[in-house]
């Protein structure tokens, strides 16, 4: 996808630094944070939504959850974090490229 803003910041067209990065997913912090830890978790292929995902994706998205994982354990808020898909423009999804939300960071829990 050409004009997809995900898609370039992948490529590297965007700079950006990575959290982390494997051979499915990239992992960045959101520009605008909703969180003391906001990171949004991306496969590199481009996926519009989660809606276009079938059984043939099973292991892509177990991939990403456990990516959360990772992550959370890498940012020290493995005891409790949210995870948040918005799923097409509906869900209120502003990036039509598939993305988890990682969000966390929070003393004694949620406010
Ligand atoms: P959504 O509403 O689920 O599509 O969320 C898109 C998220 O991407 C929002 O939380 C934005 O703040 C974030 N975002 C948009 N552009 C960038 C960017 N260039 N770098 C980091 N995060 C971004
Ligand atoms: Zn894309």
Same mark, same amino acid.
């Given at each position: 996808m050409n004009d997809c803003i995900f898609c370039k910041i992948i490529k590297g067209?965007?700079?950006?630094?990575?959290i982390y990065e $494997?051979? #499915?997913?990239?992992?960045?912090a959101d520009i605008k944070p909703s969180a003391p830890v906001h990171?949004? !978790?991306?496969? #590199? #292929?481009? !996926?519009a939504k989660l809606q276009d995902l079938? $059984?043939?994706?099973k292991e892509l998205l177990g991939h990403i959850l456990l990516t959360a994982n990772k992550v959370a354990e890498m940012k020290n808020i493995?005891?409790?974090?949210?995870?948040?898909?918005?799923?097409?423009? $509906?869900g209120g999804q502003k990036v039509p490229h598939l993305h988890v939300h990682l969000l966390g960071g929070w003393r004694g829990g949620v406010k």
């Amino acid at each position: 996808m050409n004009d997809c803003i995900f898609c370039k910041i992948i490529k590297g067209e965007i700079p950006k630094d990575f959290i982390y990065e $494997d051979e #499915k997913v990239v992992v960045f912090a959101d520009i605008k944070p909703s969180a003391p830890v906001h990171l949004l !978790i991306i496969p #590199k #292929k481009h !996926i519009a939504k989660l809606q276009d995902l079938g $059984d043939n994706n099973k292991e892509l998205l177990g991939h990403i959850l456990l990516t959360a994982n990772k992550v959370a354990e890498m940012k020290n808020i493995k005891k409790g974090f949210k995870i948040v898909i918005n799923c097409g423009p $509906d869900g209120g999804q502003k990036v039509p490229h598939l993305h988890v939300h990682l969000l966390g960071g929070w003393r004694g829990g949620v406010k």
